[in-house]
Structure formats: C-alpha cells, structure tokens
C-alpha cells in the first residue's frame, strides 16, 4: 500500500500514458484548423480565402447530411491522431529534459519541437494531401490510398515531404513561444508560476502570439508539402521556389494568407506544452 507521501506522485508510465491522452484529445479541436489552412492555401493561385470563407466552403461542399459536415472538418484525422499522440509524448519529455542542455528558452523550445517534428511531420503531410483531394474532388479519399502513393512517389522519404522547411518555421514558432512564455510568466509572482492556470494563459499567449509572427514561414513548408497534389513544376516543390511563387502571387501579403487561422490553431497546439503539466496537477490533487 501506497503511503500518503506517494499517493500524489504520478509515475513516468502514468506521465508518458497522460501525454498520449492529451495529444489526442487536443488534436480533436486542432484538426480543422489544420483542414481550413489546408484549403486556404489549395485553392486557385492568386485566390485569398478568408478563414469564413474556408469554413463555409467545407461545410457547404460536404453534402445534405449533418454528420458529413461535421466528418469534411475531420478529413485525415487518423493520419494525425496517432502522429499527435507520440509527439506529444516526445514534445513533453524533451521540455523537460532541454533545460539540462541549455538555459536558453528559445534553445529550449526548438529542442522540444525537433523531438516531436519526427513524429508530427509524416502525419501532417499525408492529412494535407488528403485534404487537399477532398477538396478538389468533393469525394471521400482513403487513408490507405494516401499512404500508398507518398510510398510509390518516394518512398519513406515522401513522408517527410517540407519537412526542412517544417522544421524551421514551427521550431521558429515553439522557440519563441517557450521565450514568450518565460517574459509573461515575469508578471505573475514566483509562488503563482506552478499554477496550472497561470501555466495555461501563459502558454496560450506566447503560442498565439507566435504562431501569428511564424505564419509568413509555415507558408512555405504547406506549399511544399501540397507538391505532390498540385503537380506543380519540379522547382515549385523546393523552399527557394517556393517563396518565389508565393511572392509573385501577391507580394508580401500573400505570406499572411491563413494568419487568423494560423493565430487559432496556435492555441490549439500550445496543449503540448501545458496539457500534461495541468493535467498532472490536477490528478495529483485528487
């Protein structure tokens, strides 16, 4: 029997089955950013969509029924689901483990990014091009059949399609979320800064904030990333033509195509950064 010193400790099998629960429950109210940005970068060169009408466009298109309005937010939910699940764990491990290599929190954040990326990338690329097809076609696309073109085209290395691009914009984003994060923390005082609430607002400013301040380079990686279904020229698929096309089709406003949606979806994904924390605390207190 437990004593009571121990009663509140939560074990590392606990944490890493703790992190797993809130990488997929957090993707749930992720996942239609991650459709809405997909479509508002999809659609015709040179066409701007709001995020209003990226929404209406989805639930509209979807048929008569209410349950496939619902299912068209949700087009490659499996795909991500299960890549958010194991990020989430290695994003929660890495947080903690950084602090041991560096003192520095943008260091820190692009650290536990890198540890995740590894698993969130593959997922993200095949939910996009799914997405992308359902848009394109209005018809249901399959998971297998996604799986196994990227396989055909190149192998494991299609998974990992943007990735570099990836990489750089949403380590950019996670490194000054976790810099953000430690200034705002400075206004609250030092007793309060284990609060599970104070961690939650703290999180969800600096990964809003930053998320807005990444959106110009996310851009490119999700123009990368949607290659394969545009069937663009070869040079459209690399991050140097990439900034190019985007630029010349609107100048520099067109890297702030998705921002609202991009702030949104922020504050979706900075669960991987308070979700287990909070989460933990409150089982502890039980």
């Known amino acids: 029997m437990k004593d009571s010193a121990d009663a509140g400790v939560i074990t590392p099998i606990e944490r890493v089955l703790l992190d797993g629960v809130v990488g997929m429950t957090s993707e749930i109210p992720l996942h239609p950013f991650l459709v809405l940005w997909t479509l508002q970068h999809a659609a015709g060169e040179g066409r701007f969509i709001s995020l209003r009408e990226a929404v209406m466009t989805t639930y ?3 048929g ?17 689901v299960i890549s958010s699940v194991l990020g989430t764990i290695a994003f929660d491990h890495m947080k903690h483990v950084a602090p041991l290599a560096t003192q520095n929190d943008f260091l820190q954040g ?8 590894i698993f969130w990338e593959p997922g993200e690329r095949v939910a996009m091009l799914m997405q992308a097809q359902h848009h394109a076609e209005s018809r249901p696309v399959l998971l297998r059949n996604t799986l196994r073109n990227i396989w055909r085209e190149k192998g494991l290395h299609g998974f990992y399609r943007g990735a ?21 923390l400075k206004c609250y005082s030092p007793e309060r800064h284990q609060d599970p609430l104070v961690k939650m607002q703290t999180y969800l400013f600096a990964f809003m904030l930053s998320a807005w301040l990444g959106t110009p380079i996310e851009g490119i990686p999700t123009r990368v990333r949607l290659g394969q279904f545009r069937k663009t020229a070869p040079g459209d698929n690399t991050a140097f033509q990439a900034i190019k096309t985007i630029y010349a089709l609107g100048g520099i406003k067109s890297f702030w195509r998705g921002a609202m949606t991009s702030v ?8 991987a950064a308070w979700g287990p924390d909070v989460a933990s605390a409150l089982l502890q207190r039980r």
């Open 60 to 62: 509209q298109n979807a």
């Open 64 to 80: 008569q029924k209410f349950s496939a309005k619902i299912s068209a937010f949700y087009v490659g939910f499996f795909a991500t």
């Open 110 to 117: 692009l650290l536990t990014h890198a540890a995740a990326a």
């Open 164 to 184: 570099l691009p990836g990489f750089c914009a949403n380590s950019f984003m996670c490194g000054c979320a976790f810099w953000l994060q430690t200034l705002v």
């Open 264 to 271: 949104l979806g922020g504050a979706m994904y900075s669960a």
